[in-house]
């Protein structure tokens, strides 16, 4: 059971929804919940959601995209208000997590709304205080489609933590950084060299990730140091 | 009782119920789902090999495809709530495989290319139950779906159905595999809603 305690904008698509969990156990960056609709009928549906809160108390936040021909994200994003509940499954998933003993670099590659679970790292990664040379690869249609614009700008001033944007379709007027589709050649110059890299989070639509995983294996990085979480319409 | 969420409906129009688990929803398209990237094994190079028999056991991609196969209709259940009805493919049943080895073993754990690995009870792959299969609608099995081959266990959830899968050892325990170590069932019944460790 989760209360809703906020609802807040961050791009014209995607919305942030703060719940509080009476009995949260915690979790760990890069896990997923399972979120279940009841209707007054007794029809029920289940869709699972990247969790974007590091771990604090009993709080938890979900960014959901609305995808227009969705059945729970339209819920989610339009409907659902401060005081509602709704039931909440979770923390799930061990392997797409933030291990915060790695002492290597960490590359974080997100496309989309699959930036979500990469937030989580970098927002644990800072509440830890941690020091781990850590970039993150967004690639977005456009700076209005960039989830946590503002944010992401003030984890960039601490220790360690830069993020680089590409912008797939529209850029703004004198956009100095990269405005194309992640491919093998971005990935060299953004990627820490083989070798060095401690693991990297690729997280994104399906094209999005067996592009980015299958070129940094092209690159020489070991495939098991490649962790990936793919979503489609499975997150409607 | 379930908590009603006010002010939803649904799209009350999931399908056959009596083909539909719980919490489950119908999709049209083929979601792909795995841990990391994917394997590209040439055919040459690829073989399949069943270990903890009396005597080892391995084919090349040739000789696997000469084994006899079956055309199989099934309905696939994902853990991460989609399912696809009727999918067709082609492959060799394990039944046919395991009546060319001679043991006594309770479990098996497939291995794959990638590293994956999943756990099955016999009991869950014999009997028709489950297959290796190359073909997926009369076509190659894609590599994002899991081609050259993969597992198919279609009364289990589709974590089960190893993509990649380049064998498996007979085994007396049940040994977690991958996800069964990541916080996902030890056996997955969709039916029983067995999705994570404690259900």
Same mark, same amino acid.
């Given at each position: 059971?989760?209360?809703?305690?906020?609802?807040?904008?961050?791009?014209?698509?995607?919305?942030?929804?703060?719940?509080?969990?009476?009995?949260?156990?915690?979790?760990?960056?890069?896990?997923?919940?399972?979120?279940?609709?009841?209707?007054?009928?007794?029809?029920?549906?289940?869709?699972?959601?990247?969790?974007?809160?590091?771990?604090?108390?009993?709080?938890?936040?979900?960014?959901?995209?609305?995808?227009?021909?969705?059945?729970?994200?339209?819920?989610?994003?339009?409907?659902?208000?401060?005081?509602?509940?709704?039931?909440?499954?979770?923390?799930?998933?061990?392997?797409?997590?933030?291990?915060?003993?790695?002492?290597?670099?960490?590359?974080?590659?997100?496309?989309?709304?699959?930036?979500?679970?990469?937030?989580?790292?970098?927002?644990?990664?800072?509440?830890?205080?941690?020091?781990?040379?850590?970039?993150?690869?967004?690639?977005?249609?456009?700076?209005?489609?960039?989830?946590?614009?503002?944010?992401?700008?003030?984890?960039?001033?601490?220790?360690?933590?830069?993020?680089?944007?590409?912008?797939?379709?529209?850029?703004?007027?004198?956009?100095?950084?990269?405005?194309?589709?992640?491919?093998?050649?971005?990935?060299?110059?953004?990627?820490?060299?083989?070798?060095?890299?401690?693991?990297?989070?690729?997280?994104?639509?399906?094209?999005?990730?067996?592009?980015?995983?299958?070129?940094?294996?092209?690159?020489?990085?070991?495939?098991?140091?490649?962790?990936?979480?793919?979503?489609?319409?499975?997150?409607? | 009782?379930?908590?009603?969420?006010?002010?939803?409906?649904?799209?009350?129009?999931?399908?056959?119920?009596?083909?539909?688990?719980?919490?489950?929803?119908?999709?049209?398209?083929?979601?792909?789902?795995?841990?990391?990237?994917?394997?590209?094994?040439?055919?040459?190079?690829?073989?399949?090999?069943?270990?903890? $028999?009396?005597?080892? #056991?391995?084919?090349?991609?040739?000789?696997?495809?000469? =084994? @006899?196969? %079956?055309? &199989? +209709?099934?309905?696939?259940?994902?853990?991460?709530?989609?399912?696809?009805?009727?999918?067709?493919?082609?492959?060799?049943?394990?039944?046919?495989?395991?009546?060319?080895?001679?043991?006594?073993? $309770?479990?098996?754990? #497939?291995?794959?290319?990638?590293?994956?690995?999943?756990? =099955? @009870?016999? %009991?869950? &792959? +014999?009997?028709?139950?489950?297959?290796?299969?190359?073909?997926?609608?009369?076509?190659?099995?894609?590599?994002?779906?899991?081609?050259?081959?993969?597992?198919?266990?279609?009364?289990?959830?589709?974590?089960?159905?190893?993509?990649?899968?380049?064998?498996?050892?007979?085994?007396?325990?049940?040994?977690?595999?991958?996800?069964?170590?990541?916080?996902?069932?030890?056996?997955?019944?969709?039916?029983?809603?067995?999705?994570?460790?404690?259900?």
């Amino acid at each position: 059971m989760a209360e809703v305690v906020e609802v807040r904008p961050e791009t014209s698509r995607t919305k942030t929804i703060a719940f509080d969990v009476s009995d949260w156990p915690g979790h760990r960056a890069g896990q997923h919940v399972d979120v279940r609709l009841t209707a007054e009928d007794g029809y029920q549906a289940e869709r699972s959601y990247s969790i974007a809160s590091a771990t604090d108390a009993s709080r938890l936040e979900l960014t959901v995209e609305r995808l227009d021909d969705g059945e729970v994200s339209p819920y989610l994003t339009e409907e659902l208000r401060p005081g509602d509940a709704i039931e909440l499954r979770g923390p799930v998933g061990g392997y797409f997590v933030w291990n915060p003993g790695a002492q290597g670099n960490v590359l974080l590659v997100g496309g989309g709304s699959g930036v979500v679970p990469l937030m989580a790292m970098a927002r644990q990664r800072s509440a830890e205080g941690s020091t781990i040379p850590t970039r993150m690869l967004y690639s977005a249609r456009s700076w209005e489609d960039v989830i946590y614009r503002d944010e992401l700008a003030q984890l960039a001033n601490e220790d360690g933590f830069d993020v680089v944007y590409t912008l797939t379709r529209t850029q703004p007027s004198g956009w100095e950084g990269y405005d194309r589709r992640v491919d093998r050649d971005l990935l060299a110059e953004v990627a820490p060299a083989p070798g060095a890299l401690e693991v990297a989070f690729v997280c994104g639509p399906t094209p999005f990730v067996e592009a980015v995983a299958g070129a940094l294996v092209e690159l020489g990085h070991e495939p098991l140091r490649i962790k990936t979480e793919r979503f489609g319409p499975t997150g409607g | 009782m379930p908590l009603i969420s006010r002010g939803f409906h649904g799209r009350q129009s999931e399908g056959p119920s009596d083909r539909i688990p719980p919490g489950q929803h119908l999709v049209d398209d083929f979601p792909v789902l795995s841990a990391g990237p994917t394997p590209h094994t040439p055919l040459e190079e690829w073989t399949f090999t069943i270990e903890g $028999g009396a005597e080892p #056991a391995s084919w090349t991609w040739e000789e696997f495809r000469a =084994l @006899p196969s %079956e055309e &199989v +209709t099934a309905d696939i259940h994902c853990v991460t709530k989609w399912s696809k009805l009727d999918t067709v493919w082609r492959g060799v049943s394990l039944d046919t495989l395991l009546g060319l080895v001679e043991h006594d073993a $309770g479990y098996l754990l #497939a291995f794959c290319d990638g590293g994956y690995t999943t756990n =099955l @009870p016999l %009991e869950h &792959v +014999t009997d028709g139950k489950a297959w290796i299969a190359y073909d997926y609608d009369g076509e190659p099995l894609e590599p994002e779906h899991g081609g050259p081959a993969r597992m198919l266990v279609p009364h289990l959830y589709f974590w089960k159905s190893a993509k990649w899968i380049r064998g498996f050892r007979l085994q007396d325990e049940d040994e977690p595999g991958f996800w069964e170590s990541n916080g996902y069932h030890i056996l997955g019944d969709p039916w029983l809603e067995q999705r994570y460790w404690g259900d």
